[in-house]
């Protein structure tokens, strides 16, 4: 028989268990799935030399947070799984790891049956809290790649030394793709770097870290319907003690740019000629936040350090570079492919009406058209802040009060 519980949470990340402590704190019966182990993601699917993106003192969850030492430093990989997972016993999860749902439905009464290998449960509430980072995206270009070129994406990449010896290319110059290329050039690895559009924004600036700013000034406090189109995440990193990403600095230290991947023939591989434009554009979203800051210090009288730490840079002309439409792969001795193209939504697992055509769930802060069926966890969930460590609380702490309001 299924066992009967009256809420399940599945997924034993940031979201989950921040929904978890919620539940318990409000007296609610329920229980905390993981495939893996606390932080999975963190532990299998990132690599070595990767820190959290923000400061250390940006470390919350409901009930924790960072109360180190070092506030303005960067936690780096092992840290933020030792932070979930000291979180999951300070806040007494009832964690179950290991069991990873095969298939979620609901039955005529409006129950919900989870099915997870030889484990059945019944419960009257679902929070699906997996995470966004599902499915990487690999591109058709793929199936062009010549046989002997190894293909991973960013989740499986760990560090140089489990590369073969020869060239890289990565494609994608999101954060993943960024801090990839820098750890690759750290190590001295020949480094091809195909370029798309992204946001650079400053690590520091007038002695405040860009996460400070941000919070200041409520830009992470925006929902869903305040975003603006085309919105990107910031290209940060916390690697080094974290510093301004700057992609035309990887070419002076050797990186080869490439436009947009636009297709792999015969063993070649095929670039649009928007380099320069997505350089510029980068650019143009650099001066834009760092007069969006001044403005907010002018305008709130703020105590901040004096301008001027980049304006030497803007104001310098930059030089076009090179924008080559091909590469022969194996004549560039590009031995490896990395994809750091972002991810997809992996929910087959889910037999509920709430996916849209692509597979994407559809909901209202979390709320789908299926009582008692929530999501959590998801970038724009509610706000810019959703999808983030430092920022799903406040979404478990909605969900949470949905749940005791239904009971």
Known sequence: MAERIETVVIGGGQAGLAVSHHLRERGREHVVLERGRIAERWRSERWDSLHFQFPNWMMRLPGQAYAGPDPDAFMPRDGVVDFLASYAVRIAAPLRCGVEVGVLRVNETGRFRLEARQTTIEAGNVVVATGPYQCPRVP????????????????????????????????????????????????????????????????????????????????????????????????????????TVDIREMARRGATLLGSLQGVREGRAFFAADLNASLEAGDAAFRETLSAIDCFIKTHDIGAQPN?????????????LPEPDALDLRRSGISTVIWALGYGYDFAWMKCPVLDAGGTPSHKRGVTSVPGLYFLGLPRLHKVKSAFLWGVGEDAAHIADLICGRA
Request: aromatic letters at 6%; proline letters at 9%; a positive charge.
């Open 308 to 320: 001027g730490e980049f304006d030497a840079a803007l104001g310098i002309p930059q030089a076009a």
């Open 140 to 243: 058709a270009a793929a199936a062009g790649v010549p046989a002997g070129i190894l293909q991973i994406t960013a989740n499986r990449y760990t560090n140089p030394s489990e590369l073969p010896p020869g060239g890289v290319l990565v494609v994608g110059s999101g954060a993943s793709g960024c801090q990839i290329v820098e750890d690759l050039l750290l190590h001295g690895r020949s480094v091809h770097f195909a370029v798309r559009g992204h946001r650079r924004v400053p690590r520091r600036y007038r002695g405040r870290d860009f996460g400070r700013w941000n919070e200041e000034m409520g830009l992470t406090e925006r929902t869903v319907h305040e975003i603006p189109p085309g919105f990107r995440p910031p290209l940060v990193t916390g690697v080094r003690g974290g510093y």
